[in-house]
C-alpha cells in the first residue's frame, strides 16, 4: 500500500471530501437505493455542516498527494466517539487505506474508550474491515429496504493498555 497521509479537514477542502464522498458512495446507492440514507444524496452545504459541527472532527487521506478518502468523527461524552461516512475512492478501494486511516485516527483520539459506527449488513467487504479493526456486532439489525440491512458496531479501548 502507498504511504497515507491524513490530515485534519480545513474548509477549503468541502470539494475534495464532496467529490470523494460522492463517487465512494454512489455505487452503493444504485445499488441499494437507500434513498434515506445514503451519503451519496448529500448536498455540499450538508457535508460542510456536518463536517464543522461542533464535536465533529473531520479527516481527509491522501495517498500520493491524492486525495483518496474521508471520514468524519463524532465526539460524544463519556470518552465515546462515533465513526460517520468513511469513504474511499472506489478506485483506491481493497488496497488497506480505510484499515490504515481508521488504525491512524483512533490512535490520534486514545482518549476515545468506545468507538461506534454502523455499516451495511450485505458488504461483506466492510463488516470484514471492522471486525478486523477490533470492532463487534452489536444491538439489532435495521432493515432499511429489501435490499439492504444496517448493522452497528462497537470497538472498547483495551483496558489492558
Not at 48 to 66: M, Q, S
Not at 118 to 130: K, V
Request: aromatic share 10%.
Amino acid at each position: 500500500m502507498e504511504p497515507l497521509n491524513i490530515k485534519d479537514f480545513e474548509v477549503s477542502d468541502i470539494d475534495t471530501v464532496f467529490a470523494v464522498q460522492q463517487a465512494a458512495f454512489e455505487p452503493l446507492y444504485r445499488k441499494y437505493r437507500d434513498d434515506d440514507t445514503s451519503p451519496y444524496l448529500e448536498s455540499r452545504e450538508t457535508i460542510l455542516r456536518k463536517y464543522t459541527r461542533e464535536g465533529t472532527c473531520g479527516y481527509v487521506f491522501f495517498a500520493d498527494e491524492i486525495p483518496v478518502g474521508a471520514v468524519r468523527v463524532i465526539l460524544h461524552g463519556n470518552n465515546e466517539a462515533k465513526v460517520s461516512a468513511l469513504c474511499v475512492l472506489p478506485e483506491y478501494q481493497r488496497r488497506g487505506i480505510a484499515f490504515t486511516a481508521m488504525k491512524a485516527i483512533e490512535k490520534l483520539h486514545g482518549d476515545i474508550d468506545t468507538w461506534h459506527l454502523s455499516t451495511i449488513l450485505e458488504e461483506e467487504g466492510n463488516c470484514r474491515l471492522y471486525e478486523k479493526l477490533g470492532y463487534a456486532r452489536i444491538g439489532e439489525p435495521i432493515c432499511v429496504n429489501e435490499r439492504m440491512t444496517l448493522v452497528f458496531y462497537e470497538k472498547k479501548r483495551d483496558s489492558s493498555r
